[in-house]
């Protein structure tokens, strides 16, 4: 654990924030850390900007996160990792579809494929306008960017499921990416089987450790950790998971359906 | 080479995996005995859904690991199915049980019997929660009590598990031979603390947490040396087993198996096998033929 003062906070929609940290932390896209808000709690983020003053990019959801939003520049956080398997880039066009803060993680991704001379195209999804994140900066970085709102108030008023599934029938891609609601992925990852594009997701699930060793976030059947084995996997391995989008555990290990 | 035996459960060999590691997933306890776990001892389960302390539950420090998880479980009601998958790795399962009072150890160790479990490990030493654990096996009349009341009511194999944090640990671990308990396990995490000086606070959310690790060995080598020395019990040796040299040591002051826990995040699952193939290289080395003639051997 390291503690770290926060350098800068930027606000990207209405309810997400960008935390950039007094922390040079290089990391591949997809990897995560465990962020310690001191007197609160810890959770698994993952890192939206590797390397120098490292960024997390994090949605107000439950009262962590809301305190998380309430500080400010030179409040103190802890920090754990970089861990988790990250995502790996093999293709020469990819194609990537983020959910709402799920393109925390999407977005260097892009960036470094990009860099690599790979084409990419990323679906970004959002409820309504105001909430799609990081639009401009996968723009800016090269990719041809699909907009998708639940309300129509900005692109196509459909889900990313959607126009993932006309994105694929129009154009050949060779390699998906994803992360965002389970119920989102788990859609993307049966439309891209459907168009034999090989598909790597991004899992979440309760942590406590973050070093595999307390079982809290272990996928049925294989009993592979999220926190170690993934939390990145590839569709081969999702296709064995018998909870991926039917069930979740909470910190006692108890069942929760969706 | 490497069999052994501990309360009657025959191992193929002595590694087991420790109460609160991967343990309260069937498919990842039984991922543990594909990868040579010799027993897997479950989470520690008790009568009700407990979501645990907040995080940070679990924390590496230079000393070794901090955790203070707070007996997060999903109670025993939910607990069958997840038996019955660690069940398919082939290996005694040795469901691990804690109370709030006698009452609820004995009920849901009963419960845990008739799910099918070949032992029954009694959680008296967690460091993490008030009234439980450490509560009860703290006191040589309170270990008696709980250890008695459950030794009457299942039929499986009882073993008691122990914590160092206590005045007289032979004390101790004398009751439970006096409640004919049928081994014991030595020892749960220490008692621990990790301030942040920057934050100006404990880092772990309950404050205070149990250590782990190698820097624990010592004093849980000691303690098995003691408890076998004192008593007839069989004895699980169990803090910062990380390689077959740490293992030997435990064997050698006389444990019949040893727990793996943190090790698990030092050399990843497969530490299992890893630990008995440097026990088996040690034994070849050393012209052992059986674990039976090193068990023991340092009490002299």
């Not at chain 1, 970085?141 to 459909?158: P, S």
């Not at chain 2, 490990?121 to 309170?142: D, H, R």
């Amino acid at each position: 654990m390291q503690t770290v003062k926060i350098k800068e906070i930027i606000k990207e929609t209405k309810n997400i924030k960008t935390f950039r940290l007094d922390l040079d932390l290089p990391a591949l896209p997809g990897q995560y850390v465990m962020l310690w808000v001191p007197g609160y709690d810890e959770k698994p983020l993952s890192i939206s900007y590797p390397g120098e003053d490292v960024g997390l990019t994090i949605l107000k959801k439950g009262p962590t996160t809301t305190r998380l939003h309430e500080m400010k520049a030179g409040d103190v956080l802890g920090v754990r990792g970089p861990f988790g398997r990250a995502l790996k880039i093999s293709g020469k066009k990819i194609i990537a579809v983020g959910g709402g803060v799920g393109m925390a993680p999407i977005a260097p991704l892009i960036e470094k494929a990009i860099s690599k001379g790979v084409e990419a195209t990323v679906i970004v999804g959002a409820v309504t306008k105001r909430e799609l994140l990081f639009v401009d900066r996968v723009e800016k970085a090269g990719a041809k960017v699909i907009i998708t709102t639940d309300d129509g108030t900005c692109g196509l008023k459909c889900y990313t499921t959607h126009a993932l599934e006309q994105e694929l029938k129009a154009e050949k891609y060779d390699e998906c990416f994803t992360c965002g609601p389970e119920v989102m992925m788990y859609m993307v990852l049966g439309i891209a089987k459907k168009h034999k594009v090989p598909t790597q997701a991004s899992m979440e699930r309760y942590f406590k450790c973050g070093i595999g060793i307390c079982g809290a976030c272990v996928m049925d059947d294989g009993g592979l950790r999220v926190c170690k084995e993934g939390p990145n996997f590839r569709d081969v391995e999702i296709e064995k998971f018998k909870d991926f989008g039917k069930y979740t555990r909470d910190a006692s290990g108890k069942k929760i359906y969706w | 080479m490497l069999e052994t035996e501990i309360c009657g459960l025959k191992l193929d060999n002595p590694t087991v995996l420790a109460s609160g590691i991967l343990g309260n997933v069937g498919s990842s306890l039984r991922r543990c005995a594909r990868q040579g776990a010799g027993a897997l001892v479950t989470k520690s389960i008790g009568k009700h859904e407990r979501q645990g302390h907040k995080n940070p539950t679990v924390i590496r420090v230079k000393e070794g690991y901090l955790n203070a998880v707070g007996l997060a479980n999903q109670g025993i009601a939910e607990f069958g199915c997840e038996v019955a998958t660690a069940k398919e790795g082939g290996v005694p399962v040795i469901g691990s049980v804690f109370g709030f009072s006698v009452r609820e150890f004995v009920s849901v160790a009963a419960t845990m019997e008739d799910y099918g479990v070949d032992a029954i490990e009694l959680n008296l030493s967690c460091p993490n929660v008030g009234k439980a654990g450490a509560f009860f096996g703290t006191g040589e009349e309170l270990t008696y009590e709980v250890v008695k009341a459950v030794k009457d009511s299942v039929s499986v194999p009882v073993i008691a598990k122990l914590t160092a944090n206590t005045g007289d640990l032979v004390a101790i671990a004398k009751a439970c031979e006096r409640a004919e308990c049928d081994g014991v396990t030595a020892i749960n995490t220490l008692k621990a603390m990790k301030i942040d000086i920057k934050a100006g606070m404990p880092i772990l959310g309950h404050k205070i947490g149990g250590l782990s690790g190698p820097s624990i060995k010592p004093v849980g080598v000691a303690s098995v040396y003691e408890i076998v020395k004192e008593t007839d019990l069989p004895v699980m040796g169990c803090g910062g087993v990380t390689t077959g040299e740490d293992a030997i040591e435990y064997l050698m002051a006389g444990a019949s198996a040893v727990q793996i826990g943190v090790g698990v995040a030092d050399r990843g699952i497969s530490i299992f096998k890893k630990v008995s193939r440097e026990i088996e290289e040690f034994m070849v080395e050393n012209n052992y033929k059986s674990l039976k003639e090193i068990i023991g051997v340092a009490q002299g």
